[in-house]
């Protein structure tokens, strides 16, 4: 009934497939001769060792290869990749994963040059977090399979007799080191553990997530690992994994889920297919019956395979499913990684159904040249990515193995070609980065030269060509060899075995009389080509094939540039702000102009998430800025780092400048008046571009750092998710930047706006607690930057614990409030806390963090307050005809110039809430004039007419005096006032007498808003 119901699924789908089925001609594959197999051989073996030489010569002790940069890859060294750099652990990966590949070519000579190599060099002593699943199959089973073949060898070849076990002891090393992460409730095993320490370091403790892949592929190594070594604990700790796994099944489905919590149990993702995630746990049930002969597990697997062939095989395809809802798909595409699935099918022998899905994949790679990391149901590329896996090749070669058929031989050519073509370069072989454009990713895996050179070898080699006789070994899920004996054998006894079993050239010598074989002919002969004939159209038959023209990549894509943004809205995608100011895109297909923009959009959005996903991120460290005021009191604020340019880690690692604004602020065109930011910290706003366009553009200019505001107002690092500034891919800054938000941000302007010529600090949060931690002017000052692991609240109670240097703002005639924290967030500004005063005020309508930049701005060099004063804008009509008779045109323009500047907003509200009569006065100064002991230029601000302090005019010899206006009537007494409505930017210096209260004005006391602005 199972078989007939599998070829009824199959007719059905060919039903439903046949209104769209394209009519082609067919032609069968040619038969590949002898000659050309071995030639295909020969091509093989070469192509493995042009990687293995590449590795040995320009990587090795690394990890990895770095095939386009040509040298080894090393963690901690190279930028993060994420995750995927668990995988790596200084411990010369590629050539342990290796080891076994060498005798299956016959290349003694190197393996035991390798060996040698990997006695000497290789240690597990590292203060290294790795990925328990990675390293117990590539590094556990590499040296258990090594050690395996090597006695062997010793034995057999009179080759290796110095060798005395020495890479089984380091496989129980690296097995010790890895037994702290089963200390769990369930026995799960944590997804991670230290090298050195275990679980006693900082975030492992807290791990609580796991996939079930993970935890259910340490069965056959550890298990190897105990019957070799003689200590049970290893086999012991994995058998109990594998039970809790069986136990948290789906009891009515039978389907297992994908990642579950290692201490409650609890199912996470409710996804269930046999892709990434699960895949080698269902191997894994099936090879521990094999290798182990432990009944449990046959029972098990065909729990599970009757489960994945009810739920999730439909047709040729398979789909993921929900665990609990099998009847309901939970995604529409299929990872690379399924692959493996038809040479599990024919372990178990059901050729059939292998034969289907096998050739459903062939045809996806002959689409793409390469099987992509992800497609869809109709074969469109999901993912585009192409490590150089080896599951396809695994799968094609045992079918060709149990059926005999030449078309696989010709489905390896194919993979042969394609490596060859696409992925070869002068130093290895280099991952594919995107299948649809052939671009190279810096990366080759190590399971390039442990499985997919192996599988592509093999399928091209007969059994008497080869030193040993595999049928009496099992793959591992990383290809390496494990004897089957093991299943009645200890450490003693398992050698003997083996060397019994076969002679020097890899025959059986007890065929099939071998009293306790376990295995089971398939009596039914099926021939795959009948099988593979009503499919031989599934991928190109699908009709209208067309290639979608794109119009914008998301590489492309900048967030400033409206007519993306148009694009954008055309394919259905919305861009949504979000609270703590980062933006969100949302794709909804009904909003898209037609179905082919909707194509596009959804396109855009894989290309979105991939390129946030694969883009090499440096690894960041929390920032601090930090400035003493007048008094000498540190003032620190923590601040975002950037996934680009310098990162400040050390102590010595800051960068100490006076501070520049950029103009136009936000950074995002050519800067005006370069050569003022030339050596300073350069303040810019957020929006409008990437943040590394305005860190390139700043750094042109002179910059030695920038700092980064946000626009949002009431946005700080107590209330807000800090988050890293990203890059685009391009590693061409080399100056560090930071950012601030809102609230944070205006404590340091305010800072600047008292005291233009403060010097303002760049450097790491935990390097400035090392370095300030002590006494501090006889209190005591502690620093420790917020936790991202905490929440906000915990950041807001840690900025505040420990740092206690209260604010010191200069005295006026007024005392000083004490005991406020430097950190303390800054309060909602309402009318009962500012100041008495009495002038009276008004609202200003432009946000107080733009009015700081602007009197900051026009307190900067001559040459750039001059520039600004001198170039005339064109003012828009409808705003001139509404304000020609409150204001002068003259006034109308220098609004317009430092609304370019993208200082304010220009409208009439702004407009009115300010008065540029002192510009415009300054505009009319005879050239001759020069201006000295001049206070500071006056804020533009919601502050009301307060008495400016005496302007200090010294004409030059031959000049007559001149009036700073001369329609103003002569100042007669001290409280006569100026017709310029603007209060000083900051107190006379400390050589000056304080003015009195009643006329004392300050930006931090009276500029304030309310929250609503």
């Known amino acids: 009934m199972e078989g007939y119901a599998s070829l009824h699924l199959t007719v059905?789908?060919?039903?439903?497939?046949?209104?769209?089925?394209?009519?082609?001609?067919?032609?069968?594959?040619?038969?590949?001769?002898?000659?050309?197999?071995?030639?295909?051989?020969?091509?093989?073996?070469?192509?493995?060792?042009?990687?293995?030489?590449?590795?040995?010569?320009?990587?090795?002790?690394?990890?990895e290869l770095m095939p386009l940069s040509c040298k080894g890859r090393w963690r901690g060294k190279e930028p993060s990749r994420g995750d995927i750099d668990d995988t790596l652990g200084n411990f010369s990966l590629t050539l342990i994963d290796t080891l076994d590949t060498l005798v299956v070519l016959g290349d003694i000579d190197e393996f035991e040059r390798a060996a040698k190599l990997i006695i000497k060099d290789v240690s597990f002593d590292s203060d290294i977090i790795v990925s328990v699943f990675e390293t117990n199959i590539r590094v556990l089973g590499g040296l258990l399979s090594g050690h395996i073949l090597a006695e062997y060898l010793q034995l057999n070849m009179n080759v290796m007799h110095w060798y005395r076990g020495e890479l089984l002891q380091l496989a129980k090393d690296i097995g010790f080191r890895l037994l702290p992460a089963f200390n769990t409730t369930t026995g799960i095993p944590h997804a991670r553990v230290n090298l050195r320490h275990g679980l006693k370091v900082r975030g492992l403790e807290s791990s609580r997530e796991t996939c079930t892949a993970c935890a259910g592929t340490m069965i056959l190594e550890m298990a190897a690992l105990s019957r070799l070594s003689g200590e049970p604990i290893f086999e012991e700790k994995a058998h109990r994994a594998m039970d809790e796994l069986w136990r948290l099944r789906h009891r009515s489905s039978d389907l297992m889920?994908?990642?579950?919590?290692?201490?409650?149990?609890?199912?996470?993702?409710?996804?269930?297919?046999?892709?990434?995630?699960?895949?080698?746990?269902?191997?894994?049930?099936?090879?521990?019956?094999?290798?182990?002969?432990?009944?449990?597990?046959?029972?098990?697997?065909?729990?599970?395979?009757?489960?994945?062939?009810?739920?999730?095989?439909?047709?040729?395809?398979?789909?993921?499913?929900?665990?609990?809802?099998?009847?309901?798909?939970?995604?529409?595409?299929?990872?690379?990684?399924?692959?493996?699935?038809?040479?599990?099918?024919?372990?178990?022998?059901?050729?059939?159904?292998?034969?289907?899905?096998?050739?459903?994949?062939?045809?996806?790679?002959?689409?793409?040249?390469?099987?992509?990391?992800?497609?869809?149901?109709?074969?469109?590329?999901?993912?585009?990515?192409?490590?150089?896996?080896?599951?396809?090749?695994?799968?094609?070669?045992?079918?060709?193995?149990?059926?005999?058929?030449?078309?696989?031989?010709?489905?390896?050519?194919?993979?042969?070609?394609?490596?060859q073509r696409y992925a070869r370069v002068s130093c290895g072989y280099a991952a594919v980065k995107d299948v649809r454009t052939n671009v190279h990713e810096d990366r080759m895996d190590s399971f390039v030269l442990a499985e997919t050179f192996k599988y592509l070898f093999l399928l091209f080699s007969e059994p008497n060509e080869l030193l040993l006789d595999l049928d009496q070994f099992l793959f591992t899920t990383e290809a390496h060899l494990l004897p089957l004996t093991l299943a009645r054998s200890t450490n003693a006894s398992l050698l003997n075995q083996i060397v019994n079993s076969m002679d020097l050239n890899g025959s059986d010598l007890s065929g099939d009389d071998l009293t306790d074989a376990r295995t089971c002919p398939n009596i039914q002969h099926l021939f795959p080509e009948k099988v593979r004939r009503p499919l031989r159209n599934l991928v190109d038959g699908v009709c209208p094939h067309k290639e979608l023209r794109r119009r914008l990549k998301a590489v492309d894509f900048q967030m400033g540039n409206t007519d993306h943004l148009k694009l954008l809205k055309e394919m259905g995608i919305s861009i949504m702000g979000l609270d703590d100011g980062r933006v969100q895109l949302v794709h909804a297909f009904g909003n898209a102009a037609s179905t082919v923009d909707a194509e596009e959009g959804l396109i855009f959005m894989q290309e979105m998430v991939e390129l946030s996903k694969f883009t090499p991120q440096t690894e960041t460290m929390q920032q601090a800025v930090s400035f003493s005021d007048y008094q000498g009191k540190l003032t620190v604020i923590p601040a975002g780092p950037a996934h680009f340019g310098k990162i400040l880690r050390l102590p010595s690692d800051k960068v100490t400048a006076k501070v520049g604004v950029a103009l136009p602020v936000r950074g995002c065109e050519t800067l005006n008046w370069p050569q003022m930011l030339s050596g300073r910290i350069v303040i810019l706003e957020r929006g409008d571009c990437m943040f590394v366009e305005k860190a390139r553009r700043i750094q042109k200019a002179g910059a030695v750092a920038g700092i980064v505001i946000d626009h949002t107002v009431g946005t700080s690092v107590t209330k807000s998710t800090m988050f890293?500034?990203?890059?685009?891919?391009?590693?061409?800054?080399?100056?560090?930047?930071?950012?601030?938000?809102?609230?944070?941000?205006?404590?340091?302007?305010?800072?600047?706006?008292?005291?233009?010529?403060?010097?303002?600090?760049?450097?790491?949060?935990?390097?400035?607690?090392?370095?300030?931690?002590?006494?501090?002017?006889?209190?005591?000052?502690?620093?420790?930057?917020?936790?991202?692991?905490?929440?906000?609240?915990?950041?807001?109670?840690?900025?505040?614990?420990?740092?206690?240097?209260?604010?010191?703002?200069?005295s006026f005639g007024s005392e000083n409030k004490p005991n406020v924290p430097v950190l303390q967030p800054p309060k909602s500004f309402s009318e009962e806390n500012a100041p008495v005063s009495s002038a009276p005020t008004h609202k200003s309508k432009i946000p107080h963090l733009n009015e700081l930049l602007l009197s900051i701005v026009l307190q900067s060099d001559d040459l750039v307050l001059q520039g600004v004063l001198k170039h005339d804008s064109p003012i828009p009509n409808e705003l001139f005809a509404k304000l020609k008779d409150k204001i002068p045109k003259k006034n109308l323009q220098l609004f317009s110039t430092l609304a370019q500047q993208g200082l304010f907003t220009l409208n009439e509200d702004t407009i009115q809430s300010l008065d540029l009569d002192y510009l415009s006065n300054l505009n009319n100064i005879d050239s001759k004039v020069e201006m000295k002991n001049q206070e500071p230029l006056p804020h533009f601000g919601s502050a009301t007419p307060v008495p400016l302090h005496s302007v200090l005019q010294e004409s030059k010899e031959g000049t007559e005096d001149l009036c700073v206006n001369c329609n103003s009537k002569e100042a007669v007494d001290n409280e006569q006032v100026l017709n310029i409505d603007f209060p000083v930017l900051r107190p006379p210096t400390s050589k000056s007498e304080p003015i009195e209260e009643s006329k004392q004005r300050t930006t931090l006391d009276k500029l304030r808003f309310p929250d609503e602005l």
């Not at 040619?30 to 295909?40: A, G, N, Q, V």
């Not at 040479?343 to 040249?369: F, S």
């Not at 990391?373 to 590329?381: G, P, R, S």
């Open 724 to 810: 890293a500034m990203s890059g685009d891919g391009v590693d061409d800054v080399s100056i560090p930047m930071a950012f601030l938000f809102y609230d944070d941000a205006v404590r340091l302007l305010e800072a600047i706006q008292k005291t233009p010529d403060i010097d303002v600090t760049l450097s790491s949060f935990a390097a400035l607690e090392e370095g300030t931690r002590g006494q501090f002017q006889g209190k005591e000052v502690t620093l420790e930057p917020p936790s991202k692991h905490s929440a906000l609240d915990k950041i807001k109670e840690s900025i505040i614990k420990f740092i206690n240097n209260p604010i010191q703002t200069k």
């Open 12 to 63: 059905l789908l060919s039903l439903l497939l046949s209104t769209f089925i394209c009519v082609m001609g067919l032609t069968s594959p040619p038969l590949i001769s002898p000659d050309e197999r071995l030639e295909l051989r020969e091509e093989a073996r070469d192509m493995f060792y042009h990687a293995f030489n590449a590795y040995m010569e320009n990587a090795y002790p690394a990890d």
């Open 257 to 419: 889920g994908t990642v579950l919590n290692i201490h409650s149990g609890d199912w996470v993702r409710r996804d269930s297919g046999v892709g990434a995630g699960i895949d080698s746990y269902y191997e894994y049930c099936l090879k521990a019956y094999i290798l182990l002969g432990d009944d449990r597990y046959l029972g098990r697997f065909n729990k599970h395979y009757s489960a994945v062939m009810r739920y999730i095989s439909q047709g040729p395809m398979l789909l993921d499913v929900h665990m609990h809802r099998p009847n309901s798909n939970s995604r529409n595409f299929m990872d690379a990684l399924l692959a493996f699935w038809p040479g599990l099918q024919v372990l178990k022998g059901d050729i059939k159904p292998a034969v289907e899905t096998h050739e459903m994949l062939y045809q996806v790679m002959q689409r793409h040249n390469f099987l992509p990391e992800a497609f869809t149901t109709d074969f469109q590329v999901h993912w585009g990515q192409h490590p150089l896996r080896p599951e396809f090749l695994e799968s094609t070669y045992f079918l060709y193995k149990a059926t005999g058929d030449s078309y696989y031989l010709e489905v390896g050519r194919k993979v042969l070609k394609s490596l």
